[in-house]
């Protein structure tokens, strides 16, 4: 929502499908053993305190106590009722672990997400043979099946904006604050992004909130001065520069900054109605290509599209602007209705796809 300037969870796990153990890599998807022994599961995503059964198959009934369980990482997800067939596996936290089961010289293996991935131990990183950083590792939490546009790395950088937090909600409903879902969903976009390969993208520090360090870095007079026409693009860098919270914006071909919306009368309920999606840039912006395909695509898979509204008012906007860079704050849907917020959590992956590709899509073309 965009007050203020840019003052703007139900977390749901993201469906991921791993390769398996280094030994079955021939074979993704499946978690069986040359004996035929499989697993009910290949895969799992739980919520942090939820629980769910997983047995093993096709082994005989006389044999079920010579089966064992182990979970690489007992913090993320734990198991119990072995050894025997079957187990119960309990989601503890955020994380990803893979939890298995071996009968003589088999090992079937299933990969469970908890939460939305957070946490991946070395034990973890190592059965599922995955190696990089915690941020390459994030590429892997995907739903495979979402389209992705894949192109050749174009060398273009892309910064996603989480709106408000740092003692700003947001906007405030009984579906939950603007805050944690501007940063569930700027996540999801950025693993999207990486995924495509062709760019690099970066993830605003979600500490933060990036009007507000606007608001106090920039003086009052050096602010309301700034028309977005870049006359007074190097007063704007030398004092964003004396703020270490503040990235430097001119190294990015795009930035989207993710808000909730809110309207005066809320329908928190459902009553068939959509408000929808939209994004606002400001009036001096010329070219809108990237967030009207955003909000385009969207809308043609079923949601509600308001369109691109122009704005002068808008703190973050304007300040790129200023210094050239291609910015948008992107409305994902109204926090203050059922309609809106039961289409985004049972869409949101979809969404976030559909948003990188139509920044890839722009900036490789």
Known sequence: ???GGNRKRSMEAILLLFLPMLLFLLFPGKAEASSGISLTRTSLVLREGRSAKLGLENVEKKKWAEIRW?????KVASISGGPGRTITVTGLRSGIAAVYASFGAETCLCTVQVGDGERVSSSTREILGITGT???FAAYRIDES???IRALQTGKRVLIVCGHGQGDPGAVSSWGQEQNYTREFGKLILWALRRSGAVKAD????????????RSTLSSGLRSSVRGNGKLKGRVLSALRQNSHIPDLTRYSYILEIHFNAKAVKTIHRDGRFYGIGAYVNSAKGNTQVESRIVRTIGSHGFKQWGIFRSSGLLNARICQELGVNYALLETAFLDDGDDMTYYNANKILMAQLTANAIVDYLAG
């Open 134 to 136: 915690e941020d390459d």
């Open 203 to 214: 993830l605003y520090n979600r500490k933060y909130n990036l009007y507000e360090q606007m």
């Open 146 to 148: 979402v389209p992705s």
């Open 1 to 3: 929502m965009k007050t």
């Open 70 to 74: 182990k979970s690489s990482d007992r």
